[in-house]
Every structure is written in C-alpha cells, then in structure tokens.
Nanobody, 122 residues
C-alpha cells in the first residue's frame, strides 16, 4: 500500500516561515508529478504548487515569489518552503503524487496524504 505522510505544519505569525515535507512510502516503481494542495475552511481545495519528475514547476499566483517546491527523488520526498506567510495561507495542506505501482504498468495512480494544518496568525 502506497502512503503519503506530510509533516511540518504548525502555527506561525504572519511573515514567518514553514517547511512542509511529504514522504512517499510503500511498494511502487516510480513517481511522476508531486504537488501540494490546500483547503481553507469552507473553501474549495486548490493547487499550491507542483513539480514533475523532470523538474517542471507550477505555482498558484497567490504564492509565487513566496513558496518554493522541491523534491528529492532519492528520498521519494517533496518539500514546500513557505516564506512570508500571510493569514490567508491558513489551511490544511495536502500532499499529492502520481505513483506508478509497477514497472510493467503504463499509467500512474493518484494518491493523497492526510493533510497537515498550517495556521498563520496576524
């Protein structure tokens, strides 16, 4: 069973920083795109940032210049460095990954982490 486990969330003041980590574990062959989504209370889940296995990047306009996504393929881990945090960044942050379970398969299966709370106080 493939699992994604997030860590690094917490409570910070506006202007502060947090670094989120997400490690993929279990039985699988490879990982394609990895990303971070967030969902604020009463709001729709939205893409924050994504990174492909080749290093292509995608950021939400609201976080460009403040957040940086990166990955360590050897550790099967994706990171989200969040700087200059704002109260509007408060949300549950979810890790997401497209995982190829077997070398013989032609497709990837999408997985979600359980989420980690990020709260930014003013």
């Amino acid at each position: 069973q493939v699992q994604l486990v997030e860590s690094g969330g917490g409570l910070v003041q506006a202007g502060g920083s947090l670094r989120l980590s997400c490690a993929v574990s279990g039985s699988f062959a490879s990982i394609n795109v990895m990303g971070w989504y967030r969902q604020a209370s009463g709001k729709q889940r939205e893409l924050v940032a994504a990174i492909s296995s080749g290093g292509s990047l995608n950021y939400a306009d609201s976080v460009k210049g403040r957040f940086t996504i990166s990955r360590d393929n050897a550790k099967n881990t994706v990171y989200l460095q969040m700087n200059s945090l704002k109260p509007e960044d408060t949300a549950v942050y979810y890790c997401n990954a497209d995982v190829k379970k077997y070398v013989s398969t032609r497709f990837f299966t999408n997985y979600w982490g359980q989420g980690t709370q990020v709260t930014v106080s003013s």
